[in-house]
């Protein structure tokens, strides 16, 4: 949820993508579909169309669909067969990203990682930390406050 001001009520809207070799920039973007009835292109907008986007597994989709991102990033807008749509306001990309050593995964470019104001590498714990952890829960699932 986003913070709102003194006064306002918070809103916003958030959607996870999930990224995949087979996700194509228009699964990002939106399509124009021919409607038979009027006779003309209707724009259905895709999920970039949110306050906050969650990327997950950026690097699983192809450069192609990755740079589908960059102007929606940088602009706050998208252009979709030569029309631009305003993304709403605040828009924000998260992303997550598997290790690049991992089979089927896509380097992303610099020019999208310009785009990022910060970068987490959250890593895996220690053996005992984890055998902590596993013990604490004793098969039970965590609760989120």
Known sequence: MLAARPGHQPGGQFKRLQCTPDLLPNDVTGVSIFNQQNGQFEFRPGPVFVNILLADEINRATPRTQSSLLEA?????????????????PFLVLATQNPVEYEGTFPLPEAQLDRFLMRLSVGYPAFADEKALLTHLQGNTPSIA
């Open 73 to 89: 990033m940088q602009e706050q807008q998208v252009t979709v067969d030569g029309i631009t749509h305003t993304l709403p306001r």
